[in-house]
């Protein structure tokens, strides 16, 4: 079985490409990139509409392994 991730970074290139390349030394399948331009908000640094969207592509994610 394949581990997965929803990947949340910021919005710049490099950032990017060093977050999927240390998923992939840690064995996980990037499911879902979130990028956000500040890191600081509330206690986990996202804000209500990007605890919406990985909640979608959670809800997403289980329906594709359900339907296997």
Do not use: W
């Not at 910021?10 to 999927?20: F, G, K, M, P, V």
């Not at 206690?43 to 392994?65: D, L, S, Y």
């Amino acid at each position: 079985m394949t581990l997965t991730a929803i990947l949340i970074t910021y919005d710049n290139e490099n950032s990017i490409r060093e977050a999927l390349g240390l998923c992939e030394a840690a064995g996980y399948k990037v499911e879902k990139t979130i990028k956000q331009k500040f890191l600081n908000r509330n206690k986990f640094g996202i804000g209500e509409g990007k605890v919406a969207e990985i909640k979608e592509a959670c809800q997403q994610n289980k329906a594709r392994r359900d339907n296997l």
